[in-house]
């Protein structure tokens, strides 16, 4: 479908219906006769030769290499055999600790131990985190909200009648996904003002690139100023207001795209990129008249 309308050879309307077909038989989700993806036995060999006493030491931590392969937990365990383990939410000591991975293995009597390091302040436990501004007003089963950076640009959507779905933070922590409000949402919009500070901005952006699960339920659009912002919120609650919003056409109307990858830098720095100034007022000479 995407595809066809890229092409012209579906007009918006036709795509519009389409989507909306899309979403109500389900399809987004998971497609009519999707077959099962193939499962491949090498790496739960290659560990299993390893031997039964044999320790595995990753250097990279396994949440770390799971993300930059653009895997799902689920994925990198059917793909590895390796199980992405719970996070421990007691607060850190500052003391670096390894956590014990188990693998799994066609014969219990034989099993491989992957220890990972502790994890970096980019991941801490959600005991450490600071809720997310704005959560207090969202009900729980909501199925999508809009996520933006820092409490001014949420406040900014709550004053237009979006309390019930602006979220603000400053970096994104995937934790904040298994918090009971939001375990609900399928569809995020990131809106990024591009006035703001290019360096939170990225910091900001980064951060939803590098967590696949909420990556792969998120679109982007980018605003030039406050002022373009508020424009998108005034025209949801219109919208809102006759009946008539909904997501596809709020993407439509405003461009939104699915998130760059982590280690797509140009499409981060396009995102990101200031707006240009604006072009001084033209003045013209002759209609002023200088007097002594």
């Known amino acids: 479908m995407k595809r066809a309308y890229d092409l012209k050879l579906q007009a918006a309307v036709e795509y519009r219906a389409a989507v909306k077909h899309m979403y109500r ?14 499962q491949s036995g090498v790496f739960e060999k290659a560990l299993k030769g390893l031997g039964q006493k044999a320790t595995l030491t990753i250097d990279l931590p396994i949440e770390k290499l799971c ?12 793909v590895t055999g390796i199980a992405i383990p719970p996070r421990n939410l007691a607060p850190s000591s500052g003391t670096e600790t390894r956590s014990a991975v188990s ?25 450490q985190l600071t809720d997310p501004y704005g959560l207090d007003s969202v009900r729980s089963g909501t199925k999508e909200i809009f996520l933006l950076r820092g409490a001014d640009n949420c406040e900014l959507a709550r004053h237009c009648a979006q309390k019930d779905r602006a979220v603000g933070v400053e970096i994104w922590h995937r934790e904040y996904m298994d918090l009971p409000v939001l375990q609900a949402v399928e569809r995020v919009w990131v809106v990024i003002n591009r006035s703001d500070d290019r360096e939170a901005n990225t910091r900001f952006l980064r951060s939803i690139a590098a967590d696949t699960s909420i990556r792969e ?18 025209w949801v609650l219109k919208a809102q207001r006759s009946h008539a919003f909904s997501g596809d056409l709020l993407e439509y109307v405003y ?7 982590p280690d797509d830098s140009k499409e981060v720095e396009a995102l990101t990129e200031p707006p240009p100034p604006p072009e001084p007022w033209p003045i013209d000479s002759s209609s002023f008249r200088w007097q002594r």
């Open 25 to 38: 038989k389900g399809w987004n989700k998971r497609e009519p006769h999707e077959s099962r993806p193939q």
């Open 217 to 234: 339920r998120s679109r982007i659009a980018t605003v030039d100023s406050q002022t373009g912002m508020s424009a998108l919120f005034k």
């Open 103 to 127: 693998i799994s293995s066609p014969n219990p009597s034989e099993s491989v131990v992957a220890t990972t390091p502790a994890s970096d302040s980019a991941s801490a436990p959600v005991a």
């Open 67 to 78: 993300e930059q392969l653009c895997f799902t937990p689920d994925a990198f365990y059917e």
């Open 255 to 261: 461009h939104f795209k699915t998130v760059p990858l």
